[in-house]
């Protein structure tokens, strides 16, 4: 593992916390440039709270962090961020366009001079310039994603943040966001962090796993973190790790069954080779009109 | 009555150039204050001009003075007391009753005629003196400048806040900014033209624009283009008709036009749907700079493997740990990381209807491959 040096993103002795309130502690670890992390963990372990760290917007409560060898400040446009999905108000006086626009020169002064050939090549990039010029609340989830994504690319970012990209999606275009994340992060070379509940949707993306819980953490692999062994430890009961059909499925152990459907599953890990890695769906979903 | 000697009059002049500028103002700010949800800040801010002005009266016998000093920190206040969305209306409420209950205190102290302050609530149109026409001028012009250099991170944080700030846009900064302009072009209006047409002008304009489109340049031009309209085309009718007050027109042109415009919205967003879907491709076909990158949406395969071992990236084989596995009873930290714990594990819980995505996934993936 390299030291700070060539790495995208270093984390040294990282702790948050609020107020007494300990998010997660001791986090070392290097991003290393090119690479893709998925950040899993349960709800409320602290996840986002990572990405406001590295958007510079949080300060750490103690350790260190570098973007670049340097600590992170607010408003890089070395850094695309993707918030958490969630659908704009239909009645929101604003198009597609327009927010892939805050993209290029929203956080600039002055009277709005249309960069428009920048618009539309980010637009074009994600596919969306049918709807473009739509009002943004019209469109479908998948849609506005793709131009959340025109937006978060369109600054041309080296290290890429993903807040759930995936949530409240259907799987059609749960399919078409991986796809255009992964082309551009393939093509581009770029540095990407995904936080995300579920691993199965982004398997073939994904280089290593970090993985938070109950303040603790756990990184490397999916092969290696996702195990029982290791999740075990990290939540500090026996927690098992099933694979069925080539997907490993993670299941609480001590506290299974009780109030929770048979299983209790919380995470589909599917990287499985064995159906072809999802590797040939030429099928473009249908994103086709607005909602309605 | 002659209508072309009316205007001939500098009181006739002097009205009609107020009511542009207040409409100018008032029309540049209002798409803001309905994308923002700022109504009841515009309402409350005007009415507590009527509380300014009698502070302003009772120390230096100076009501527009007041008024405007007033403003500034009437909107200090909802900033501090409303800077969470969810609170702000209330905070106004709150703020715009004492304000009130403090206006007539202070008018009772008051030795004078109270139709002076009282004047700022309704204004008077065509007793507008020179001096209050420049001081329209100047905040119309301050106004002016404050939009035009802040126009872009303001809309940006108007619609998508958590973004905005993670670009660097100071956005409460932003928000305090906005409701300075906001409250001293409210108020610098509300004593020349009173408080019932500042709300006509700065929120109905506004809101019927946004019914007609979704650009936001646009959208400003059509708000301002209508708050003249109602502003000016309310005079002059008032001019023709002059036992009925102008007022009366100005808000009844500008109701008239909000109704029109949610009329016509569903019409116009029915057909802007099927245009720009042909267009859109048109655009496309166009080609753009560097759109191969990941722009065919239907060529490559949806993923590629790559394998895990991928020398580029050079992820470590092994797992790294946390430090401080000592499980969940750490005095140091009390009780939260128990807390911590249990969350994690609850918090699990709810996922555990993921199965179904699942399973949708596969189906899914048999259809298409």
């Known amino acids: ?292 | 009555m002659n209508i072309g000697f009316l205007l001939a009059q500098p009181f006739a002049q002097h009205a009609l150039l107020a009511a542009a500028l207040v409409a100018v103002t008032g029309g540049l700010i209002s798409p803001f204050v309905v994308t923002r949800g700022m109504s009841f800040a515009v309402h409350g801010t005007a009415e507590l001009a009527f509380t300014g002005a009698a502070a302003g009266l009772l120390i230096a016998n100076n009501p527009g003075a007041g008024a405007l000093a007033g403003s500034l920190v009437v909107a200090g206040l909802i900033a501090t007391l409303g800077a969470r969305p969810r609170e702000r209306d209330s905070a106004i409420g709150a703020i715009l009753a004492f304000g009130l209950g403090t206006g007539i205190l202070l008018l009772g102290y008051y030795r004078g005629f109270a139709t002076e302050a009282t004047s700022i609530l309704f204004g008077n149109i065509f007793g507008v003196s020179g001096s209050q026409l420049l001081i329209l001028a100047t905040i119309g012009l301050a106004v002016v400048a404050v939009m035009s250099i802040w126009y872009r991170p303001l809309l940006f944080a108007s619609i998508d806040p958590e973004t905005a700030e993670a670009r660097g846009v100071p956005v409460r900064r932003l928000g305090l900014i906005f409701l300075l302009v906001l409250a001293l072009t409210v108020t610098g209006a509300a004593q020349v033209v009173g408080t019932l047409l500042v709300l006509s002008l700065a929120i109905t304009p506004g809101a019927a624009a946004q019914r007609l489109s979704a650009s936001p340049l646009v959208i400003g031009g059509l708000s301002i283009l209508f708050a003249v309209i109602a502003a000016d085309g309310g005079l002059l009718v008032s001019f023709q008709l002059t036992n009925i007050k102008a007022s009366v027109f100005i808000t009844s042109i500008s109701f008239t036009i909000y109704l029109l415009a949610r009329l016509a919205a569903p019409v116009l967003r029915g057909r802007r749907h099927y245009h720009h879907e042909g267009h859109g491709s048109h655009r496309t076909a166009q080609g753009m700079p560097e759109p191969a990158a990941i722009a065919d949406p239907a060529g490559t395969p949806a993923t590629t493997f790559r394998p895990r071992g991928d020398p580029r990236t050079g992820p470590p084989p092994q797992t790294t740990y946390g430090q401080g596995q000592e499980p969940s009873h750490n005095p140091e930290h009390g009780a939260s990381p128990p807390a911590g714990g249990a969350a994690a594990r609850n918090c699990s819980r709810p996922n555990s209807a993921e199965p179904a995505t699942v399973r949708e996934l596969t189906l899914w993936r048999a259809e298409t491959t």
């Not at chain 1, 850094?79 to 999905?85: F, W």
């Not at chain 1, 002055?110 to 960069?115: D, E, K, M, S």
């Not at chain 1, 807040?163 to 082309?183: F, G, K």
Request: with cysteine.
């Open chain 1, 1 to 292: 593992m390299n030291r700070s040096g060539g790495a995208a993103v270093a984390l040294r002795g990282a702790t948050l916390r609020y107020g007494h309130h300990l998010i997660w502690q001791k986090l070392d670890l290097d991003i290393a440039p090119g690479e893709c992390l998925a950040v899993l963990g349960p709800n409320g372990a602290g996840k986002t709270t990572l990405l406001k760290v590295l958007l510079g917007l949080l300060p750490l409560s103690a350790g260190t962090v570098t973007i670049d060898g340097r600590a992170p400040s607010r408003g890089s446009a070395q850094i695309g961020y993707l918030a958490q999905q969630r659908d704009f108000d239909p009645d929101l006086p604003i198009r597609g366009r327009d927010l892939v626009q805050f993209g290029v020169d929203g956080h600039r002064l002055g009277l709005p001079w249309t960069r428009a050939r920048r618009v539309d090549a980010a637009i074009a990039a994600v596919g969306a310039a049918s709807y473009a010029a739509a009002p943004i609340g019209l469109l479908s989830g998948g849609q506005q994603q793709r131009l959340r994504i025109a937006q978060a690319l369109a600054s041309r970012p080296r290290l890429l943040l993903c807040d759930e990209p995936l949530l409240s999606l259907d799987p059609a275009s749960q399919q078409a966001i991986v796809t255009l994340l992964s082309r551009y992060h393939r093509e581009h070379g770029t540095t990407v962090v995904i936080v995300t509940h579920e691993i199965t949707p982004i398997a073939d993306l994904v280089d290593r796993v970090l993985y938070v819980a109950g303040g603790r953490w756990a990184a490397g692999t999916p092969e290696t973190v996702m195990t029982t062994e290791t999740l075990s430890a990290l939540y500090g009961s026996h927690i098992d790790v099933i694979k069925v059909h080539g997907r490993t499925v993670v299941v609480g152990g001590d506290e299974g069954g009780g109030h929770h459907p048979p299983g209790g599953s919380h995470h589909g890990h599917g990287h499985d080779p064995g159906d072809g890695g999802g590797g040939g769906h030429r099928s473009h979903p249908a994103e086709g009109g607005g909602r309605r």
